[in-house]
Antibody, heavy 121, light 109 residues
Framework: QVHLVESGGGVVQPGRSLRVSCAAS????????MHWVRQAPGKGLEWVAV????????LYADSVKGRFTISRDNSKNTLYLQMNSLRAEDTAVYYC??????????????WGQGTLVTVSS | EIVLTQSPGTLSLSPGERATLSCRAS???????LAWYQQKRGQAPRLLLY???SRAAGIPDRFSGSGSGTDFTLTISRLEPEDFAVYYC??????????FGQGTRVEIK
């Protein structure tokens, strides 16, 4: 059974850093591009970043470019999102999601339950 | 950059009624690469449809999709109590980054 479990969320002060993780199981993690998607409280879905199967290609939304870094460890079946210089507007539930394939971003057939990141002083 | 606009923002219907949700793209969506997701309160999104009209695994046939180019529709033929949720469209398969619509809430009238 395909399973994605995020962790690492919490309350962090503006300007500080936080890393969230996504543990994958039930499928060959190294064969899929992976994404982060976030959802601010009461708002819609916002795509954040994608990483290729080998980690060589990383793309970001303009809103996080230069501050967030997506990475993966295929030996640990884990996806990461390093978030630096956090702002209040980064407050959201962060979901990891599995792309249906590799290459150009597609649709997402599996999502984690999300982890809440709150940026507040 | 493709912008997806969903309408209406909120749809108030009764169980058993038909729901028609719209997703309009600011430019043509190549290959009808459009997906629909359902999100219930407090849950992660769930894939419903891809390729504009193909149902994902386990999705009941009361959910259907249609459209091409810039105009797409999600139809729920007869609303069940568990269908009251927020629905998002998403374009994919192009060189541009991922875009979601802003969502349509289907609520009980």
């Amino acid at each position: 059974q395909v399973h994605l479990v995020e962790s690492g969320g919490g309350v962090v002060q503006p300007g500080r850093s936080l890393r969230v993780s996504c543990a994958a199981s039930g499928f060959t993690f190294s064969s899929y591009d992976m994404h982060w998607v976030r959802q601010a409280p009461g708002k819609g879905l916002e795509w954040v970043a994608v990483i290729s199967i080998d980690g060589n290609i990383k793309l970001y939304a303009d809103s996080v470019k230069g501050r967030f870094t997506i990475s993966r460890d295929n030996s640990k079946n884990t996806l990461y999102l390093q978030m630096n210089s956090l702002r209040a507007e980064d407050t959201a539930v962060y979901y990891c999601a599995r792309d249906i394939t590799v290459g150009v971003p597609d649709y997402f057939d599996c999502w984690g339950q999300g982890t809440l990141v709150t940026v507040s002083s | 950059e493709i912008v997806l606009t969903q309408s209406p923002g909120t749809l108030s219907l009764s169980p058993g009624e038909r729901a028609t949700l719209s997703c309009r793209a600011s430019q043509s969506v190549n290959g009808n690469y459009l997906a629909w997701y359902q999100q219930k309160r407090g849950q992660a999104p769930r894939l419903l449809l891809y390729g504009a009209s193909s149902r994902a695994a386990g999705i009941p046939d009361r959910f259907s999709g249609s459209g091409s180019g810039t105009d797409f529709t999600l139809t729920i033929s007869r609303l069940e109590p568990e269908d009251f949720a927020v629905y998002y469209c998403q374009q994919y398969g192009t060189s541009v980054l991922v875009a979601f619509g802003q969502g349509t809430r289907v609520e009980i009238k």
